[in-house]
């Protein structure tokens, strides 16, 4: 972006240059390829001051969306979600009629909210993937419970 400004600058003063030498020129051919230069040069400035006015733009709309975020971020807590792996869940006071749900916690530090959708759901195990990133946890919510003959899980 800062060779941007500065090859913008440079062309308006090359073409300011030519402009203020062209009144001492007398010759038509060297006139009118002065001309030529200069309109170049003009071009090359309005190109660098698009590119500079899309990137301002570009910016701005990412500032918004991380300060939207940033508000929307006070909404969670970080929570062990099993294993040692964290997680922002969201908080009950602050649920809005949404259901309860987790946010990938490197992605959230990337200033993305990216949610942690169930993969497999059984009633020991769930499974959760962030279509975002692709992390992946396994979540143990413990064994089945142990019968006369056994635990069938281990087949005891």
């Given at each position: 972006?800062v ?8 062309a ?7 402009a203020?030498?062209l ?8 006139r009118n390829?002065a001309?030529i230069?200069?309109?170049e040069?003009?071009l090359?400035a ?17 500032m918004a969306?991380?300060?939207d ?8 807590q970080?929570?062990d979600i099993?294993?040692g792996v964290?997680a ?5 006071a602050?649920?809005n009629g949404?259901?309860?749900h987790?946010?990938?916690a490197d992605?959230a530090a ?5 949610y942690l959708?169930p993969?497999?759901r059984g009633?020991y195990?769930?499974?959760?993937k962030?279509?975002?990133c692709?992390?992946e946890?396994?979540?143990?919510k413990?064994r089945?419970p ?5 635990d069938?899980?281990n087949g005891d």
């Amino acid at each position: 972006m800062v060779a941007e400004v500065f090859a913008g600058l440079s062309a308006i003063k090359t073409a300011f240059d030519i402009a203020k030498g062209l009144k001492d020129i007398d010759d038509v051919a060297r006139r009118n390829a002065a001309v030529i230069e200069l309109q170049e040069k003009i071009l090359v400035a309005q190109e660098a001051q698009s590119t500079l006015i899309n990137r301002v733009s570009e910016l701005e709309q990412e500032m918004a969306r991380l300060k939207d975020w940033e508000a929307d971020k006070k909404r969670y807590q970080l929570s062990d979600i099993g294993r040692g792996v964290v997680a922002l869940a969201l908080k009950p006071a602050m649920n809005n009629g949404e259901p309860p749900h987790y946010i990938c916690a490197d992605c959230a530090a990337n200033g993305k909210k990216s949610y942690l959708q169930p993969h497999i759901r059984g009633p020991y195990y769930d499974q959760y993937k962030c279509n975002a990133c692709g992390f992946e946890i396994g979540i143990d919510k413990g064994r089945p419970p142990r019968d006369f003959y056994g635990d069938p899980m281990n087949g005891d």
